[in-house]
């Protein structure tokens, strides 16, 4: 069975400034992708970047990157010049590549931008 | 383009009482899945459709059951109801058969039941 582990629940970053938000995984697929998702208050699930597995780049989506280690079965995301509108929970995520469409999410980390 | 639809946006039943929660994807989306979000439990996936067909089911109890109609929205019912049942109901949606690209949400439908 897949698990997901976001160690970090509740971390704050000053506006401006880099925080990186890590997650770790348990799997033995071969084949699969992670996602991160931010859920603000309003309570919808936002898609904010996505990897593939077999791909050793790391996504990039804007202020928003990955450092993908599949070996060490990490990934965690990078948020850059924060916003406050990044205040929100963070959620990784991770899909097989076939046979079950469903996400396994980790447990989330709450994030909050100060001014 | 409209988004993922999801209605009512607040519910309160009692106890022992059923609940049907409704799910329009955006349009041209055949899968739709479901999730369950509760502080103790986190996110824990319900079940997910496509095209009217129950492709996988998450590790809940039969008291919770689901169906998609021919124009991919979705319903999902709760019948007697307890008082673990108040969560945040997410519907998703994807295009494709594998949804990789990852689903869009919904805002959910806040179930309290007392």
């Known amino acids: 069975a897949q698990t997901v582990t976001q160690s970090q629940p509740e971390m704050s970053v000053q506006e401006a400034e880099t925080v990186t938000l890590s997650c770790t995984y348990d799997?033995?697929?071969?084949?699969?992708?992670l996602f991160w998702y931010k859920q603000p208050p309003s309570r919808q699930m936002i898609l904010v970047i996505r990897q593939e597995a077999y791909k050793q780049q790391n996504a990039t989506e804007n202020r928003f990157s990955v450092n993908f280690q599949k070996a060490a079965k990490s990934f965690s995301l990078k948020i850059s010049d924060s916003q406050l509108g990044d205040t929100a929970m963070y959620f990784c995520a991770f899909m097989k590549q076939s046979g079950t469409y469903k996400y396994i999410f980790g447990t989330g980390t709450r994030l909050k931008v100060l001014a | 383009k409209a988004g993922v639809t999801q209605t009512p946006r607040y519910l309160i039943k009692t106890r022992g009482q059923q609940v049907t929660l409704s799910c329009s994807p955006i349009s041209g989306h055949r899968s739709v899945s479901w999730y369950q979000q509760t502080p103790g439990q986190g996110l824990q996936f319900l079940f997910e459709?496509?095209?009217?067909?129950?492709?996988n089911k998450g590790n809940f109890p039969g008291r919770f059951s689901g169906r998609q109609f021919s124009n991919s929205r979705s319903e999902m019912n709760v019948s007697t109801l307890e008082l673990g049942d108040s969560a945040l109901y997410l519907c998703?949606?994807?295009?494709?058969?594998?949804?990789?690209?990852?689903?869009?949400f919904g805002s959910g439908t806040r179930l309290t039941v007392v």
């Open positions: 799997t033995s697929e071969s084949n699969y992708y």
């Open positions: 998703a949606s994807s295009p494709g058969t594998v949804s990789t690209y990852g689903y869009t």
């Open positions: 459709y496509f095209s009217e067909t129950q492709r």
